[in-house]
């Protein structure tokens, strides 16, 4: 993808300061949104800009200035379709984390990275425009809101259960007979097998997302993210709002989002969503490579017996891009 010099300008928008690192940061992601999008359009997998992406490719035909990550979406359908096509048709170094690919994932979420480390290799970094960190978009399924009222509180129930219970077992706990006793009954309640012998938190959150599942659209009269609809009662929209897509604009690319947005956007956001309010709704640590940031400074700092200021860690990140590209500073 091409980007003006002038893009990765640090600017103040909305009264917020971006950084230079973090507009290199949204057009890295911008790639892994157009792989996404590739695959999608070869494989008619129908797919939505969510959360603050959607906010932001309407209010501001891009990133919501405080934002730093792509968030996507798609029907349960979709969505069990891309987990299992996508593994094997994304491009490398493109690779798919899924809760049925990677027994180490614990979200219903997928997600779609460019990597796992920071990469100062100079084809990585011409790639990803200068941006040496990993970065990847979520991708949440869409689940359906079931008509019959008993059986939507028993499956919110379930789903409440088994999520008190995968926040409370050890991945790998020795089974004692308390441990059985719960997993018995979790099977017994949800229909499902569970494995004893492999990690239980990710066997537990398998049977949450097939719980969050029940529906279909026949038997529904709404559409949800499940697992914050049967927790906490978040939002749900009418069935209809993504039967279709329209594409707008996103910076210098086109972004499908739902054709009947105004809704979704209202039930999140509230009827003045066009008014910016700086962090609204901000989910993780921001910017999202602060972590990242931090783990090259402890192995530095290991290395060589010293510590680091913030400045200090910046100029090496530099220092190592420009190196990367053949130029000296």
Same mark, same amino acid.
């Given at each position: 993808?091409?980007?003006?010099?002038?893009?990765?300008?640090?600017?103040?928008?909305?009264?917020?300061?971006?950084?230079?690192?973090?507009?290199?940061?949204?057009?890295?992601?911008?790639?892994?949104?157009?792989?996404?999008?590739?695959?999608?359009?070869?494989?008619?997998?129908?797919?939505?800009?969510?959360?603050?992406?959607?906010?932001?490719?309407?209010?501001?035909?891009?990133?919501?200035?405080?934002?730093?990550?792509?968030?996507?979406?798609?029907?349960?359908?979709?969505?069990?379709?891309?987990?299992?096509?996508?593994?094997?048709?994304?491009?490398?170094?493109?690779?798919?984390?899924?809760?049925?690919?990677?027994?180490?994932?614990?979200?219903?979420?997928?997600?779609?990275?460019?990597?796992?480390?920071?990469?100062?290799?100079?084809?990585?970094?011409?790639?990803?425009?200068?941006?040496?960190?990993?970065?990847?978009?979520? /991708?949440?399924?869409?689940?359906?809101?079931?008509?019959?009222?008993?059986?939507?509180?028993?499956?919110?129930?379930?789903?409440?259960? =088994?999520?008190?219970?995968?926040?409370?077992?050890?991945?790998?706990?020795?089974?004692?007979?308390?441990?059985?006793?719960?997993?018995?009954?979790?099977?017994?309640?949800?229909?499902?097998?569970?494995?004893?012998?492999?990690?239980?938190?990710?066997?537990?959150?398998?049977?949450?997302?097939?719980?969050?599942?029940?529906?279909?659209?026949?038997?529904?009269?709404?559409?949800?993210?499940?697992?914050?609809?049967?927790?906490?009662?978040?939002?749900? =929209?009418?069935?209809?709002?993504?039967?279709?897509?329209?594409?707008?604009?996103?910076?210098?690319?086109?972004?499908?989002?739902?054709?009947?947005?105004?809704?979704?956007?209202?039930?999140?956001?509230?009827?003045?969503?066009?008014?910016?309010?700086?962090?609204?709704?901000?989910?993780?640590?921001?910017?999202?490579? +602060?972590?990242?940031?931090?783990?090259?400074?402890?192995?530095?700092? +290991?290395?060589?017996?010293?510590?680091?200021?913030?400045?200090?860690?910046?100029?090496? /990140?530099?220092?190592?891009?420009?190196?990367?590209?053949?130029?000296?500073?």
């Amino acid at each position: 993808m091409f980007f003006p010099n002038e893009f990765f300008k640090a600017q103040i928008c909305d009264n917020f300061y971006i950084e230079e690192m973090m507009k290199r940061a949204w057009a890295a992601e911008m790639e892994v949104l157009s792989e996404v999008i590739r695959v999608c359009r070869e494989h008619d997998i129908p797919v939505f800009a969510d959360y603050g992406t959607l906010l932001g490719a309407v209010r501001h035909k891009g990133f919501v200035p405080w934002d730093d990550d792509i968030d996507l979406c798609m029907k349960r359908e979709d969505f069990m379709r891309f987990v299992e096509i996508a593994p094997h048709e994304l491009q490398s170094p493109f690779m798919l984390k899924s809760i049925y690919n990677d027994s180490s994932h614990l979200n219903a979420t997928a997600r779609v990275n460019n990597g796992q480390y920071m990469n100062f290799d100079k084809q990585f970094l011409e790639q990803f425009h200068g941006c040496p960190y990993a970065v990847g978009i979520d /991708i949440f399924p869409l689940d359906y809101c079931l008509k019959d009222k008993e059986r939507e509180s028993l499956q919110h129930k379930c789903i409440q259960l =088994v999520m008190s219970a995968a926040s409370s077992i050890p991945a790998d706990p020795t089974l004692d007979s308390q441990v059985l006793t719960l997993i018995d009954s979790i099977e017994k309640m949800s229909g499902e097998k569970i494995t004893r012998t492999n990690n239980l938190q990710h066997e537990l959150k398998l049977v949450v997302d097939k719980l969050s599942a029940w529906g279909n659209y026949s038997d529904s009269d709404g559409i949800c993210h499940m697992i914050p609809y049967a927790l906490a009662g978040d939002y749900r =929209v009418s069935l209809d709002c993504y039967d279709s897509s329209i594409e707008i604009p996103f910076f210098n690319m086109m972004i499908p989002v739902p054709a009947k947005y105004e809704e979704i956007l209202i039930a999140e956001y509230g009827t003045n969503y066009m008014t910016p309010i700086i962090g609204c709704k901000q989910a993780h640590e921001y910017p999202f490579y +602060k972590k990242q940031k931090k783990a090259l400074r402890d192995v530095v700092e +290991k290395e060589f017996h010293a510590k680091l200021s913030d400045e200090e860690i910046d100029d090496l /990140i530099n220092q190592k891009i420009a190196l990367s590209y053949g130029e000296t500073k």
